[in-house]
């Protein structure tokens, strides 16, 4: 599950309007709601105030390895 499919759902299950969750975490709602629509994303600081409001946890991940491509036979 992705971060903005984490966040949509603890948006749906927090209990009130999305504009009332805005406003608590200071984000102008028309932001909220693109956010919310997949429509632009947030800022790290902005994301930090909504997980905050929601009662999320925001924990850096390291990606995991690329995958090296094989080489190929003859040296090319």
Known sequence: ????Q????????????RKAIAQAADI????LHRF????RG??????????????LELQPVKPAPKASKPKRKGGK
């Open 1 to 4: 599950m992705d971060i903005l």
């Open 6 to 17: 984490q966040f949509r759902e603890a948006i749906d299950a927090d209990g009130r309007t």
């Open 28 to 31: 102008d709602p028309a932001a």
């Open 36 to 39: 919310y629509h997949g429509e």
């Open 42 to 55: 947030l800022n790290c600081w902005t994301l930090a105030r909504l997980a905050d409001v929601l009662g």
